[in-house]
């Protein structure tokens, strides 16, 4: 039986954080801007360290993936606007933990926290276009898919198109 557990990013764990990036580094740096940035452990443990006390309203809360107790990837609430009662979700996952629902699971967790501890009324999810595996995690979800941000994002000097989804707090059926 699978055991997921979202635990908030301490930084106790940046070297087995920066480790686990390390294990998958050139699958991880297609898609993900901040990986050729971290170099080394004390990268990892400057990020967490900055947003350890932070909320979705005042930078991000950052989690750590643990599936069976084995760290797999992290997921946060970011860009939270408290007036306009919207926020962000991102994540990332190692390459030999995909394919088994982590993520998908570790979202709808974290949705439901923003939903109904902070009363957000829309999630957002943005995936690089040409990343399937990320892009059918909000589809799964039920997330609508709004369109493309052209130039959305720049990963080592080129700009990427992002699909952008949406959910709604009136449309979320979880069962978790």
Not at 2 to 8: C, H, N, Q, S
Not at 50 to 74: A, C, V
Not at 100 to 111: D, E, H, P
């Amino acid at each position: 039986m699978t055991e997921l557990k979202l635990a908030r990013a301490s930084v106790s764990e940046a070297g087995e954080i920066f480790n686990l990036v390390e294990s998958c580094r050139p699958y991880l740096r297609k898609w993900l801007p901040w990986v050729d940035s971290t170099g080394g452990a004390a990268d990892t443990f400057y990020f967490i360290n900055e947003n350890k006390d932070k909320s979705l309203f005042n930078g991000r809360e950052i989690y750590s993936i643990y599936n069976n107790e084995q760290l797999t990837g992290m997921i946060d609430l970011h860009n939270g606007d408290s007036y306009n009662k919207k926020a962000e979700i991102g994540y990332w996952l190692a390459e030999q933990f995909q394919g088994k629902g982590i993520i998908t699971t570790a979202c709808k967790i974290l949705i439901n926290k923003a939903f109904y501890e902070y009363s957000i009324n829309r999630m957002v999810i943005r995936v690089a276009v040409g990343n399937i595996k990320s892009q059918a995690i909000p589809e799964r979800l039920g997330f609508t898919h709004e369109g493309i941000e052209r130039s959305g994002e720049l990963i080592r000097g080129i700009f990427h198109d992002l699909s952008v989804y949406s959910m709604l707090k009136e449309e979320w059926k979880c069962d978790i």
